[in-house]
């Protein structure tokens, strides 16, 4: 059959613009993306959940407490900028509009004023550290009283200065930005893919890995060590670059980062010989899992699991169906990095006191198996760049705690040898 002619081409139309076929061009990040600012402006000033007099007469100049001439004030709390068993933190300004952050506990039980157990672990922590202090730990204005709360807090308080966002807030962010933008290109935006580059990942561990030397330098672990209590210093800002089909980049301006809430954080001297439970699941170390006490390695294997995270911004080894997911998680954590438990070491945890009660459903020696589709550590690298992180992980990540690498071998590595 022969084919009908082209139609004739209508010269009063405009020609079509071929990027009219494409797809939209990825949303863009602003420039930075800015933090809490250090003074609200006139308008804020209106913005007010109550009034209180904060009162600390003992901070010391050259410490922890940093100095103020004069710290009697009335605080006008912003609002809430975050939430935990713990208690609240929230933003407050002073007379001067200047913003800071103080930490209100919950009570210990409804009659009670003041929850000494639980601001006594932190209270207790400073006043160890005294007048040392490191960029890379936060510090405290003081610890003080107050003559209103909110409700089910105590009036005994800890005002910090205003820190920027945490790492987990940044993750957090970079990945909804990261959806919405695979969203607009037709791609798959269930599993948001973002991650941080390799010198910014390499500067920030650097800086966590200093700051906790200067905690165990001075016989403290922190026992909480997560993205969520990580802050980048004030004014930190971040962008994101965001691609479709491969990791968008989280690139923060600043890579200056401080450890904050000491409330699970002891002074060796405190230490007992019972086990408890201490760490986040995510961020717990082999030993807690099984059942042992901290020592001066438990917080390295914290810091190690969260630079693996700053690169693939995932849970990778977490079990999402199992029935004790913790349990299930210390599995695939043993598999992924090829190093079971030994029975040396389950015989050194079993004669630990509390013991049984810190493993929960976890048995003595046990055998369970790993999620079949368990990543092995290694196959996690996207690519060349990554190889000296990796090598770090590898050497760092070890299970057997005695054998586990100090924070002074970390820093040596290679990884963070390399301008």
Same mark, same amino acid.
């Given at each position: 059959?022969?084919?009908?002619?082209p139609?004739p081409?209508?010269?009063?139309?405009?020609?079509?613009?071929?990027?009219?076929?494409?797809?939209?061009?990825?949303?863009?990040?602003?420039?930075?993306?800015?933090?809490?600012a250090?003074?609200?402006?006139?308008?804020?000033?209106?913005?007010?959940?109550?009034?209180?007099?904060?009162?600390?007469?003992?901070?010391?100049?050259?410490?922890?407490?940093?100095?103020?001439?004069?710290?009697?004030? @009335?605080? =006008? %709390? &912003?609002?809430?900028?975050?939430? /935990?068993t713990?208690?609240?933190?929230? $933003?407050?300004?002073?007379? #001067?509009?200047?913003?800071?952050?103080?930490?209100?506990?919950?009570?210990?039980?409804?009659?009670?004023?003041?929850?000494?157990?639980a601001?006594?672990?932190?209270?207790?922590?400073?006043?160890?550290?005294?007048?040392?202090?490191?960029?890379?730990?936060a510090?405290?204005?003081?610890?003080g009283?107050?003559?209103?709360?909110?409700?089910?807090?105590?009036?005994?308080?800890?005002?910090?200065?205003?820190?920027?966002?945490?790492?987990?807030?940044?993750?957090?962010?970079?990945?909804?930005?990261?959806?919405?933008?695979?969203?607009?290109?037709?791609?798959?935006?269930?599993?948001?893919?973002? @991650?941080? =580059? %390799? &010198?910014k990942?390499?500067?920030? /561990?650097?800086?966590?890995?200093?700051? $906790?030397?200067?905690?165990? #330098?001075?016989?403290?672990?922190?026992?909480?060590?997560?993205?969520?209590n990580?802050?980048?210093?004030?004014?930190?800002?971040?962008?994101?670059?965001?691609?479709?089909?491969?990791?968008?980049?989280?690139?923060p301006?600043d890579?200056?980062?401080q450890?904050?809430?000491?409330?699970?954080?002891?002074?060796?001297?405190?230490?007992?010989?019972t086990?408890?439970?201490?760490?986040?699941?995510?961020?717990?170390?082999?030993?807690?899992?099984?059942?042992?006490?901290p020592?001066?390695?438990?917080?390295?294997?914290?810091?190690?699991?969260?630079?693996?995270?700053?690169?693939?911004?995932e849970?990778?080894?977490?079990?999402?169906?199992?029935?004790?997911?913790?349990?299930?998680?210390?599995?695939? $954590?043993?598999?992924?990095?090829?190093?079971?438990?030994?029975?040396?070491?389950?015989?050194?945890?079993?004669?630990?006191?509390?013991?049984?009660?810190?493993r929960?459903?976890?048995?003595?020696?046990?055998?369970?198996?790993?999620?079949?589709?368990?990543?092995?550590?290694?196959?996690?690298?996207?690519?060349n760049?990554a190889?000296?992180?990796?090598?770090?992980?590898k050497?760092?990540?070890?299970?057997?705690?005695?054998?586990r690498?100090?924070?002074?071998?970390?820093?040596?590595?290679?990884?963070?040898?390399k301008?």
């Amino acid at each position: 059959m022969t084919p009908s002619p082209p139609p004739p081409t209508d010269t009063s139309a405009p020609a079509s613009n071929p990027s009219e076929n494409l797809p939209p061009p990825p949303v863009r990040s602003a420039e930075y993306i800015p933090d809490l600012a250090e003074y609200e402006n006139e308008e804020e000033e209106l913005v007010n959940l109550g009034v209180f007099q904060f009162n600390e007469t003992s901070c010391r100049e050259k410490s922890q407490f940093l100095t103020l001439q004069k710290f009697l004030f @009335s605080d =006008r %709390i &912003k609002k809430f900028l975050g939430e /935990g068993t713990y208690g609240k933190v929230a $933003l407050i300004a002073a007379e #001067d509009r200047k913003l800071y952050a103080m930490k209100f506990f919950m009570k210990g039980n409804t009659e009670a004023e003041d929850n000494d157990e639980a601001i006594g672990v932190e209270e207790r922590v400073y006043r160890h550290l005294g007048t040392s202090v490191h960029d890379s730990v936060a510090k405290i204005i003081g610890i003080g009283n107050v003559d209103w709360a909110p409700d089910g807090c105590s009036k005994k308080v800890i005002l910090m200065p205003l820190l920027g966002i945490s790492i987990g807030d940044m993750v957090e962010q970079a990945q909804q930005m990261d959806s919405e933008n695979r969203a607009l290109l037709g791609e798959d935006a269930s599993i948001p893919k973002v @991650s941080f =580059r %390799i &010198k910014k990942i390499q500067e920030i /561990g650097r800086n966590i890995l200093h700051g $906790l030397k200067f905690l165990l #330098d001075h016989n403290v672990y922190h026992l909480d060590l997560k993205p969520d209590n990580v802050l980048f210093a004030a004014q930190s800002a971040f962008r994101v670059i965001l691609k479709g089909g491969i990791h968008s980049i989280i690139v923060p301006r600043d890579t200056k980062v401080q450890i904050t809430d000491m409330g699970l954080a002891k002074v060796v001297s405190d230490l007992g010989d019972t086990s408890e439970i201490v760490q986040s699941p995510m961020y717990r170390a082999p030993e807690i899992f099984a059942g042992g006490v901290p020592n001066k390695k438990t917080d390295l294997w914290s810091v190690c699991i969260m630079l693996l995270q700053l690169y693939t911004c995932e849970d990778n080894f977490w079990s999402m169906h199992a029935d004790h997911r913790q349990v299930q998680y210390f599995r695939n $954590l043993q598999h992924a990095l090829g190093q079971p438990m030994t029975t040396e070491l389950w015989d050194e945890v079993a004669k630990i006191k509390g013991g049984k009660k810190t493993r929960g459903p976890l048995k003595l020696y046990d055998k369970g198996q790993a999620d079949p589709d368990t990543p092995p550590l290694m196959s996690l690298r996207r690519s060349n760049h990554a190889d000296q992180l990796f090598e770090f992980l590898k050497f760092s990540l070890v299970v057997d705690w005695n054998a586990r690498p100090t924070v002074e071998d970390l820093l040596d590595h290679a990884f963070f040898q390399k301008k």
